[in-house]
């Protein structure tokens, strides 16, 4: 059974960081691309960082030099390191596992958001001004 475990995201002020972590569980992932994407209300989900099954990484450009993920095959997670955090950042943040063939980070990034793929709980992000 395929789970994914987000640790829980918390409340900063801008300018601070947080760490987000998914323990990934049930599933042989090492050949899959996967990722972190977002969701705040009333807004469509978007992606945020992802990883391609080649190992390359991808931020977002609304995010990029400021959120950098990673994975750690032996620990079995896949984590998001977010510096410099922005109000515009406060959302639900959710570590998923594309389903779809994918290969790049690039893909990864426009996959995240499918209806299709692996997700966890989500984890709240709240970045106040």
């Known amino acids: 059974q395929v789970q994914l475990v987000e640790s829980v995201g918390g409340s900063v002020q801008a300018g601070g960081s947080l760490r987000l972590s998914c323990v990934l569980s049930?599933?042989?992932?090492?050949?899959?691309?996967m990722g972190w994407f977002r969701q705040a209300p009333g807004k469509e989900r978007e992606g945020v960082a992802g990883?391609?099954?080649?190992?390359?990484?991808r931020s977002a450009d609304f995010v990029k030099d400021r959120f950098t993920i990673s994975k750690d095959n032996a620990k079995n997670t896949l984590d998001l390191q977010m510096n410099n955090l922005k109000p515009e950042d406060s959302a639900m943040y959710y570590c998923?596992?594309?389903?779809?063939?994918?290969?790049?980070?690039?893909?990864?990034?426009?996959?995240?958001?499918?209806?299709?793929?692996?997700w966890g709980q989500g984890t709240q992000v709240t970045v106040s001004s």
């Open positions: 049930g599933y042989s992932y090492s050949s899959y691309c």
């Open positions: 998923a596992i594309v389903v779809a063939p994918c290969m790049t980070a690039i893909q990864a990034l426009d996959a995240l958001v499918d209806d299709d793929n692996y």
């Open positions: 990883i391609g099954s080649d190992g390359s990484t």
